[in-house]
């Protein structure tokens, strides 16, 4: 299984593992990018992983990565042909035309020509018509495509069109908040200047509600909001027992980790108003315009004015998120694994 320490696919990967572990599966995590911090190397010693192998290459999604991802792919290979895997899990896009030799089931968390449209309102422009190619060939020669919502599916159709088949596993969490009192404030996880996210629209509102607004992830912001910066595990985990509420008015979101945390932890969610949100959480969540901080204020003060509305919305998101575990995550890998793995016998008869 490859992964990344940037984002929600570290925790995605790690959960997952871990409960394919518990189903005698073993997985060989290849981790590309950036080097996990010491907080993500603890978390990966306690996790069910069976072999890790490490090494920064850049990804595809990053500036002229091209010559890092042949690189990447040649290591993968030599790690594949140690290792004589069944299935080969990929969490992105354009080593899925390398030739492994055993099926591979491709995961779209994101993709680039998504965000662009999501978050800058155009298309992307010349220079990512490379990243295009290798997803088209890399999509092309995938056994499954995998996504964590119907929403992001949907996008990965209409700007690829894969001819493999393609699924919907929603992504699920491990964590368990045990009952905590609640405190008031809103929390906020993702690096200030991270458009997709949004959380500078958290910003402005922050000095207009009563309220305390605490982020947890890096980058300078204004007056009004509390930045706790990039938190060890546990320390997340602390921060979100004891807030209130969870607020992520997020333009682009494919599924969103941290809410799913979030609602496990039993915080009322205040999400952006966007196809794949509303399809992950119903009616156990309220939505705002990304773009309409006046809506964002005025949800915020309702919640923070109205305890018994705040208590039912943090009972709602607590039982949609709990449907959402790793154990139910795992048991559909597992499915979609044995779909492949008999296709490929048939196809070897």
């Known amino acids: 299984m490859t992964a990344d320490a940037v984002g929600g696919v570290w925790t995605y990967a790690l959960d997952l593992a871990d409960a394919l572990a518990e189903r005698d599966v073993e997985v060989t995590l290849c981790v590309m990018g950036p080097a996990p911090d010491r907080g993500q190397w603890a978390e990966l010693r306690a996790s069910r992983v069976e072999r890790v192998h490490a090494d920064d290459y850049a990804l595809e999604w990053m500036e002229d990565p091209w010559e890092d991802v042949e690189c990447a792919g040649e290591w993968l290979l030599r790690i ?101 009192p609640k405190s008031h404030f809103v929390l906020a996880a993702g690096r200030a200047w991270d458009e997709a996210k949004n959380v500078q629209a958290l910003v402005r509102a922050a000095p207009r509600v009563p309220w305390p607004v605490v982020l947890c992830g890096e980058g300078a912001v204004g007056s009004g909001v509390a930045v706790f910066g990039r938190l060890r595990r546990e320390q997340f985990d602390r921060a979100l027992a004891a807030a209130a509420i969870f607020a992520a008015p997020a333009r682009y979101e494919p599924f969103g980790l941290a809410a799913l945390e979030a609602g496990r932890a039993a915080c009322a969610l205040v999400l952006g108003d966007i196809a794949s949100l509303r399809e992950v959480w119903g009616s156990a969540a309220l939505y705002v315009p990304p773009d309409d901080d006046d809506e964002l204020e005025r949800t915020l003060r309702l919640l923070m004015a109205q305890r018994d509305l705040r208590v039912e919305y943090a009972r709602r998101a607590r039982r949609q998120a709990n449907g959402y575990s790793s154990e139910r995550m795992a048991e559909a890998y597992l499915s979609a694994y044995g779909r492949v793995l008999r296709r490929a016998d048939v196809g070897a008869a």
């Open 80 to 180: 594949a042909e140690d290792v004589r895997p069944d299935v080969v899990h990929l969490n992105g896009y354009a080593h899925a035309a390398l030739p492994w030799g055993a099926p591979v089931v491709v995961v779209g968390h994101s993709d680039v020509l998504s965000w662009h449209e999501a978050v800058r309102r155009q298309t992307a422009g010349p220079p990512w018509r490379r990243y295009r190619d290798a997803l088209v060939r890399g999509l092309a020669a995938a056994d499954l495509l995998v996504a964590p919502t119907q929403a992001m599916l949907d996008e990965l159709i209409r700007l690829y069109e894969p001819p493999c088949p393609r699924l919907v596993i929603a992504n699920g969490s491990r964590r368990r908040f045990p009952p905590f």
